[in-house]
């Protein structure tokens, strides 16, 4: 597990928070904090914020990165270096800090996986955030409601995907089969894909080896008698700045109201 950390001493309560979840994750977690400051007294507050979790975290400030925005591509030497040594870790996850999965996505991923395995398409998380009027729950990325009918779709063994046009979730979550492909593709190269350098770095094989007739490789399991998303794949943006931001078009369509 890799998270990106540009330091700013208010977002340490945003890490306390992935670590009180993600010794959930599985039996034993690797976690790697990428961050960009060398300060002693600060790397400490950083692991602090693990103290009270089993995790093996290790903090990594990458030198002569070039540009700042490269901090968030840093992660992806740590998962090659892993693979190029014949890791045995069976999944990788990248998070941006400020993301809360819950553990209950990890069961969905590997769930999903398997069913999406045929069709050369990868599970995918839906990013949402909290209205603070009404606690209501709002998708973080998408500006308009979507027409459920022309959406591209999988049905297998009784479960429904769904492929959304704009597939940011902030994170991505691969397997070993899976990361080797990554690697191995132009997708991890900052000059490959469609936004913007910091964004890119999530965006993992979303636009690689697309099948014909779908937007991305990442799909979305819902219930297409409730017209619901499965709530497993849903991911917290906890700061929620579009929901707390009037003047944003982010963050301000209901989860319950997103399709059409």
């Not at 996505?105 to 599970?123: D, H, K, N, V």
């Not at 909290?130 to 009918?149: M, N």
């Not at 906890?238 to 963050?251: E, I, L, T, V, W």
Request: proline share 7%; charged share 20%.
């Amino acid at each position: 597990m890799a998270v990106t950390f540009f330091y700013r001493e208010d977002r340490l309560a945003l890490l306390t928070k992935i670590a009180s979840v993600a010794s959930s994750y599985a039996k034993h977690t690797d976690v790697f904090i990428i961050t960009n400051t060398e300060s002693l007294k600060e790397r400490s507050l950083i692991l602090n914020c693990f103290s009270n979790s089993p995790l093996h975290t290790q903090i990594i400030t990458p030198q002569w990165l070039g540009h700042p925005y490269l901090l968030a591509w840093s992660h992806l030497a740590v998962f090659r270096e892993l693979i190029e040594q014949g890791s045995n870790h069976s999944h990788f996850l990248y998070l941006e800090d400020d993301l809360l999965l819950a553990p209950e996505g990890i069961s969905y991923w590997l769930e999903a996986r398997e069913l999406l395995r045929p069709f050369s398409l990868i599970p995918g998380f839906l990013r949402y955030e909290i209205r603070p009027s009404d606690q209501t729950i709002v998708v973080g990325d998408i500006t308009a409601r979507i027409a459920l009918r022309d959406v591209p779709k999988v049905q297998h063994e009784g479960k429904v995907f769904i492929n959304l046009p704009f597939p940011y979730q902030a994170m991505y979550l691969l397997d070993q089969e899976l990361m080797h492909e990554h690697l191995a593709s132009p997708s991890s190269n900052p000059d490959f894909g469609r936004w913007n350098i910091r964004e890119k770095a999530a965006q993992a094989l979303s636009f690689w080896g697309i099948p014909r007739g779908f937007h991305s490789r990442h799909m979305l399991p819902i219930d297409p008698q409730t017209r619901t998303i499965d709530r497993r794949c849903l991911v917290h943006h906890m700061p929620n700045n579009g929901a707390n931001d009037p003047n944003s078009r982010f963050g301000k369509i209901p989860l319950a109201t997103l399709f059409e």
